[in-house]
């Protein structure tokens, strides 16, 4: 798979200063693969790899994640800040989703999550520019997603429903385990008709690393 290392390295550069300016940056990097890439109950391509890069200042947070979607590569770009008080925590930001083949176009999202304990929710609201017949004249057509999350000792259970110029609603059910340096995971994804074009059940299982970067 081609990773987008030209965006890597921006989203490196631009932290640098961020790194400099706070004595508690933490940078990760994550690299894995699935039998089956699904979002928000979507297929997207049988056997993906992906990897990312994630830096954190404080509440303040941002970084990118690239995955194999068969014709090119998905690059996520992203940023917000988030903040915890005791058992509850929020955060707000942003997420830009590019493509460098035809395999979509672009996703532009501001973020709002929220969580208290075992329970979590997210409310996003975004333009997606599609692309007509006449490249030279795009629709941008907004859609809403709404999930909540319940998840306890590495199982979890979700539900998300779209709105606006996307319709229909999935659920998923998996269990992530960890095995030495590895993450182990298995999911079953069930989406409905208006999301799809037909009800679908579907079983994935991947593999997942993610490791500290040193940046002292």
């Not at 975004?126 to 000792?153: C, I, K, M």
Request: net charge negative; charged share 15%; hydrophobic share 45%.
């Amino acid at each position: 798979m081609k990773m987008s290392i030209g965006l890597v390295a921006v989203v490196a550069v631009l932290a640098t200063p961020l790194v400099g300016a706070a004595q508690d940056a933490e940078l990760s990097a994550n690299v894995g693969v699935v039998s089956e890439y699904f979002y928000r109950g979507i297929f997207q391509k049988g056997s993906s790899a992906s990897a990312g890069l994630d830096l954190a200042v404080g509440n303040v947070y941002l970084g990118t994640w690239a995955a194999d979607v068969g014709d090119g590569n998905e690059v996520d770009l992203y940023a917000g800040f988030g903040t915890e008080v005791e058992d509850f925590s929020v955060s707000v930001g942003g997420t830009a989703y590019l493509y460098t083949g035809d395999f979509d176009q672009t996703y532009l999202e501001g973020n709002l999550n929220a969580g208290y304990k075992a329970i979590s929710a997210e409310f996003s609201y975004g333009r997606h520019d599609l692309v007509q017949a006449v490249p030279a004249d795009p629709e941008n057509e907004t859609y809403w997603f709404l999930s909540a999350t319940v998840e306890e000792a590495g199982l979890y259970a979700t539900f998300g429903t779209f709105g606006k110029a996307f319709d229909g609603e999935y659920y998923e059910a998996g269990y992530t385990l960890s095995v030495g340096d590895l993450d182990l995971s298995a999911a079953w994804i069930f989406s409905t008709e208006d999301l799809v074009g037909a009800n679908d059940h579907t079983l994935v299982f991947g593999i997942s690393h993610t490791f500290g970067i040193d940046i002292d």
